[in-house]
């Protein structure tokens, strides 16, 4: 499915912004719901080259969002999603159980906000939408972040 974004200028500063879906991820080519899936998989001990080949998608691309949400990014999608369940729903926090992975916690917290979203405030709005609300829009981090 091609997307063609729409534009709007800025009444304050009067530059034009690109105005995305909650779907697409900003500067990637792939819905929040694929990489999320890559993500999970990888989370659950798949390789890059077998989530590749389920997804469709080229190897080096999902290696290269894999390497890009290990480590430090994956702390600050955990952190962002504590910071947006103690918001909706504090008691949540306590029942996340450690998964074992840095990845697997962040992806835990994440799922969790997510879910408390949508109970909350948005029951019509799909899961993907909010897991990409609840990062930030930063499931994979920007270049440059």
């Given at each position: 499915?091609?997307?063609?974004?729409?534009?709007?200028?800025?009444?304050?500063?009067?530059?034009?912004?690109?105005?995305?879906?909650?779907?697409?991820?900003?500067?990637?080519?792939?819905?929040?719901?694929?990489?999320?899936?890559?993500?999970?998989?990888?989370?659950?001990?798949?390789?890059?080259?077998?989530?590749?080949?389920?997804?469709?998608?080229?190897?080096?691309?999902v290696r290269r969002?894999?390497?890009?949400?290990?480590?430090?990014?994956?702390?600050?999608?955990?952190?962002?999603?504590?910071?947006?369940l103690a918001r909706?729903?504090?008691?949540?926090?306590?029942?996340?159980?450690?998964?074992?992975?840095?990845?697997?916690?962040?992806?835990?917290?994440?799922?969790?906000?997510?879910?408390?979203?949508?109970?909350?405030?948005?029951?019509?709005?799909?899961?993907?939408?909010?897991?990409?609300?609840?990062?930030?829009?930063?499931?994979?981090?920007?270049?440059?972040?």
């Amino acid at each position: 499915m091609a997307l063609r974004p729409r534009r709007a200028r800025c009444a304050a500063c009067r530059a034009t912004h690109v105005l995305l879906p909650g779907t697409v991820l900003p500067r990637r080519a792939d819905t929040t719901a694929v990489i999320g899936t890559a993500l999970l998989a990888s989370a659950r001990g798949a390789g890059h080259r077998r989530i590749a080949a389920d997804l469709a998608r080229p190897a080096a691309t999902v290696r290269r969002w894999l390497r890009a949400v290990r480590g430090e990014h994956a702390e600050r999608l955990r952190a962002t999603a504590i910071d947006r369940l103690a918001r909706l729903d504090r008691d949540v926090i306590s029942t996340l159980a450690p998964t074992g992975s840095r990845l697997g916690d962040a992806l835990n917290a994440v799922a969790a906000a997510a879910l408390a979203h949508r109970a909350r405030l948005a029951p019509h709005v799909p899961i993907w939408d909010l897991v990409a609300a609840a990062t930030r829009w930063r499931l994979l981090p920007l270049p440059g972040d």
